[in-house]
């Protein structure tokens, strides 16, 4: 796979012409399209809040880097939030050991391509550049697909670590989900 800036490691993937990168300030309301897309496609019952956030990457931008994938058309194919250096989660997350990520989506119409597989193993691959130990990442409990996907590419749940949160009138428990690399 290409990469789209220097100082991001080439991730292996099974995704020919796959180019991961930073995503330019006048990208981030496609990107925030292509992520309501991707969730809304998988979960009717999004909180209005919650499809709010999604739809406007832009408010991440001060703690996260925004990535995005782009196929040989051009196309935005996925995108992956990755936590900048410097911030924890409100301590969440162990800083100078892990790397945090959040938002992973694939486009609907490019499902089945391994955008996903190829986004998180360049977050896998971002953490062991950094010299971090492990990737964490939460994820809700009805997004199955996605808990195959990290089990396949060897993460486990770190259930001590799983918050619970009211979020449009429900109660959610976040998974927790951690993958050393070092």
């Known amino acids: 796979m290409s990469v789209g800036i220097d100082e991001t490691p080439d991730a292996a993937s099974a995704t020919p012409a796959l180019q991961i990168r930073l995503a330019s300030p006048d990208e981030l309301a496609r990107v925030g399209e292509l992520t309501y897309a991707a969730y809304s496609h998988d979960y009717d019952d999004l909180p209005p809040d919650y499809a709010a956030q999604l739809r ?77 130990a492990r990737v964490v990442m939460n ?30 009138g429900r109660e959610l428990t976040l998974l927790t989900f951690v993958i050393d690399v070092a």
């Open 56 to 132: 406007h990457p832009e408010h991440l931008i001060g703690e996260f880097e925004v990535y995005v994938a782009v196929d040989a058309a051009g196309d935005f194919v996925g995108t992956v939030a990755v936590l900048r250096d410097g911030f924890d989660q409100e301590g969440r997350i162990g800083p100078g050991e892990e790397l945090y990520f959040r938002l992973l989506a694939t486009a609907p119409t490019a499902r089945g391509r391994g955008i996903g597989a190829a986004l998180t193993t360049f977050v896998i691959d971002l953490a062991r550049q950094r010299g971090l």
């Open 139 to 168: 994820s809700g409990p009805d997004m199955l697909g996605a808990h195959a996907l990290y089990y396949k590419l060897g993460f486990s749940r770190a259930t001590e670590r799983e918050t619970t949160f009211v979020s449009g």
